[in-house]
């Protein structure tokens, strides 16, 4: 539908009172419910009698009520009226406000006036300030009172939302608006900081609220053409005006066009029930703006303040002395030239004021106070460290006591530092970090014994390592009958031996009950930890040890004197005590018996079950070592705890197959040893050989008869062969058998048979009262001589 014109009306009249129903009827003759979000509003603010009406009329084509400058300078526009610009796209509505400064309602009535400006500021998109050119720089005139009282209320009443103050200097003069631009925009961004904020927008820059924006133009009245030629560039500026890249292009928080009604009348609820708008008369309004300025200007002059830049970078990098006293002067200094300038203003207004520069200068000073507080904080803390640390180290002071002294001390200490850090027109409490101090030497000294306590623990672990580790280690290695009623008895003697000590040292540290039982629950777990290493230890090469086991019984007799096997020797009845004697040793191994009732545990009873007659009745007997009962198919040894288990029985009876496969050697080299000692002592050739010797060497002997000289030779052929038999030992060789006997000998027969074919040489030349040069070779060869 196309939108049709509408006549202005007045949305609120000069008593305040908002005319919603004709705003209703106004907004469906606009057709501004079809529009949606694409409208844009405009209000217009300025001095009374400024043209405000003239130039809203040129520039949108409206039809307010202007000044008839015949009848005199009197107010034309009384409360607030809005119509819709023609051929303006989008729909832009316009607002007529009542001039400010107008001497109808008088010095002291500036409620609508603010009132009116700031429902402006919070509903349109863009706000024209209409002010002469001669009046830049002036305070009322200029509309700073006002903005800066407004600028205040509506950052606490509403959300930013992007207005665009568009400054329209009428009546420009010479002085280029390149020199007068700066002027405004620089008036303006004061008026912003120097405005109090609240927490949420403290630090908000004037641009998050409003963009700046200034134009002028000629006198209407003696430059009618060439005011004419600037109102048709300036209208442009309006064209598309919410468009990106218009002049409220970045406008946010727009109420759809169906609702602007409602929110319109809202706004102006809020505005008229809001008490902090009642602003009081023009000279306390006055006070308030030069009291702030004052207090403004006391502000920089104190950042600025070399002293104080000094003092605050100093702060940064550590404690600062007498900071307190120095900082109270220097803001002594500053409150009293405020109390001189602003002495002349309202007693009320300058209180407040002062009251406002001195919570400001203290919140500048702050930072760096807080600085030197946390130096102070981190060099008491420090220093707690350092001397804790050396008289936990040197001291033979109790723990805990050392702890309470040395922390009432740096607490004295920091509250000290602290009270010659204040500010006297403070009221600031190191209170936090006191207690953050506390708590930091709390968790230091917490730290320290919880590394102490761990460190006392530590060492009565060594101390019980080192009094138990090797006994238990000689014990297991001889793995007697008697091996774990003796480590029960060490493990119980020493411990109890370390734990009394432990007590006593451990009372320094002033231990709660919890804290001391779990201490002595762990050190009473570590001599079962230590033994269970010591049992993997010797498990790892148990082997090795059965084996050592088997070859010590074995091959030694009662007196640990290695045996020569002989036919006295039952190597049947040695090698099942042997194989008792590594099967004992397993045993012993095989579960950890630190229970006194595990002493009557069925391990060795169960492994001697692998020991079967059938292991003797021949040499090549069973060999897998199989019994076929259960015990071994089960994980656990009966009457021993799973926990307590270092050798399952599957793995014992790998282990036995092991030993037998790997002792079978020497075993058969007893048996060949007993075979070859059997054979070697019937080394005489049988009677019936005798006899054919005599019948068949008759010849020979019968020839010896009849030639005696035979019988030297015979003789020395007998001398010669006793002494080998002496000197190569053949009784030792043969006693393994005969090849093994042949080979040996074959490598000895020519050095012996050279050596004693001297001895006799040398015997039968040797002079008795000589001693020979050999005696070894002499002794060696005197029994030959004498047999």
């Not at 308030?288 to 003092?311: F, G, N, P, Y």
Request: glycine fraction near 4%; charged fraction near 25%; hydrophobic fraction near 40%.
């Amino acid at each position: 539908m196309e939108p049709t014109e509408a006549p202005a009306i007045q949305l609120i009249d000069e008593k305040g009172s908002f005319n919603e129903a004709a705003l209703v009827r106004f907004c469906k003759e606009v057709g501004l419910s079809e529009c949606g979000l694409s409208y844009a509003v405009v209000a217009i603010m300025g001095p009374q009698s400024s043209g405000k009406s003239t130039l809203l009329n040129h520039l949108f084509r409206t039809t307010f009520k202007e000044m008839d400058a015949l009848t005199g300078r009197n107010q034309t526009t009384k409360g607030v009226w809005l119509q819709r610009a023609e051929r303006i796209d989008p729909c832009t509505l316009v607002m007529d406000l009542e001039g400010t400064d107008g001497r109808e309602r008088g010095e002291d009535d500036t409620s609508f006036e603010k009132q009116s400006a700031l429902f402006s500021l919070a509903i349109a998109d863009i706000v024209l300030i209409n002010l002469w050119c001669h009046d830049i720089g002036r305070e009322q005139a200029s509309n700073k009172p006002l903005l800066k009282t407004v600028f205040q209320v509506m950052m606490r009443l509403f959300s930013p939302r992007k207005t665009t103050l568009m400054f329209v200097v009428r009546d420009k003069t010479r002085t280029p608006m390149e020199i007068l631009e700066p002027i405004l925009r620089e008036d303006v961004r004061k008026i912003w900081d120097g405005v109090p904020k609240p927490d949420k927008h403290k630090d908000t820059p004037l641009t998050e609220f409003f963009n700046v924006d200034v134009t002028a133009l000629s006198n209407y009245e003696e430059k009618e053409e060439q005011f004419n030629e600037e109102i048709v560039q300036l209208r442009k500026r309006f064209q598309n005006s919410v468009e990106p890249g218009g002049v409220a292009g970045d406008r946010r928080a727009v109420v759809p066009g169906s609702g602007f009604p409602f929110s319109a009348h809202e706004i102006w609820k809020v505005i008229k029930e809001n008490r902090d708008l009642d602003l009081p008369a023009h000279k306390v309004m006055v006070a308030t703006v030069r009291c702030e300025e004052i207090a403004h200007e006391k502000l920089q002059s104190l950042m600025k303040d070399a002293k104080w830049k000094k003092l605050e970078e100093a702060s940064k990098s550590g404690v600062v002395p007498t900071f307190g006293k120095k900082v109270s002067s220097m803001l002594e200094k500053y409150v009293s030239e405020y109390d001189l300038e602003a002495g002349f203003f309202d007693e009320g207004v300058r209180g407040a004021k002062r009251n406002y520069f001195i919570s400001e200068a203290l919140a500048i000073i702050q930072p760096a106070y807080d600085a030197v507080i946390a130096n102070h904080r981190t060099n008491a803390l420090e220093k707690f460290k350092t001397d804790l640390q050396a008289a936990a180290e040197s001291s033979n002071e109790e723990f805990a006591a050392t702890v309470r002294r040395f922390s009432e001390t740096t607490l004295s200490e920091f509250d000290q530092a602290c009270a010659d850090a204040s500010v006297s027109q403070s009221a600031w409490n190191p209170f936090q970090a006191r207690e953050e101090l506390k708590s930091n030497i709390d968790a230091n000294a917490q730290s320290l014994r919880t590394e102490r306590l761990q460190l006392l623990k530590s060492n009565y672990e060594k101390r019980l390592e080192d009094v138990i580790g090797e006994p238990v280690s000689a014990i297991l290695d001889a793995a007697s009958s008697d091996a774990w009623p003796s480590i029960r008895m060490i493990v119980e003697n020493e411990t109890e031996l370390v734990t009394t000590s432990l007590k006593k040292e451990l009372s320094g540290f002033e231990p709660t009950q919890d804290e001391e039982k779990q201490i002595f629950t762990d050190l009473s777990k570590h001599p079962r930890l230590i033994v269970e290493k010591k049992v993997r230890e010797v498990n790892s090469q148990i082997l090795i040890r059965m084996k050592d086991r088997f070859n010590t019984i074995f091959g030694h007799d009662d007196d640990s004197i290695p045996r020569v096997w002989g036919e006295e020797h039952d190597v049947r009845a040695i090698t099942k005590s042997a194989r008792q004697g590594a099967l004992k040793m397993l045993s012993v191994i095989a579960a950890i018996r630190l229970n006194p009732d595990s002493d009557q545990d069925g391990v060795e009873d169960v492994l001697m079950t692998l020991i079967t007659d059938s292991d003797f009745s021949s040499h090549d007997g069973s060999r897998d070592g199989s019994v076929g009962s259960n015990p071994f198919a089960s994980s656990t040894w009966p009457g021993v705890d799973p926990k307590d288990t270092m050798l399952t029985p599957a793995q014992c009876r790998s282990l036995w197959r092991q030993l037998r496969a790997e002792t079978e050697y020497t075993i058969s080299q007893a048996l060949t040893a007993q075979e070859a000692k059997r054979r070697g002592n019937t080394w005489m050739p049988p009677p019936w050989t005798i006899v054919a010797m005599f019948v068949l060497g008759f010849n020979e002997i019968m020839a010896v008869l009849r030639n005696p000289l035979y019988l030297p030779i015979v003789f020395v052929a007998f001398l010669l062969a006793k002494a080998l038999w002496v000197q190569l030992d053949l009784q030792r060789h043969f006693q393994y058998g005969v090849l093994p006997g042949i080979v040996s000998v074959s490598a000895r027969f020519m050095p012996s048979v050279m050596e004693a074919f001297n001895g006799l040489v040398a015997a039968g030349t040797a002079r008795p009262a000589k001693p020979t040069t050999n005696p070894n070779r002499r002794m060696q060869a005197k029994p030959v001589y004498e047999s």
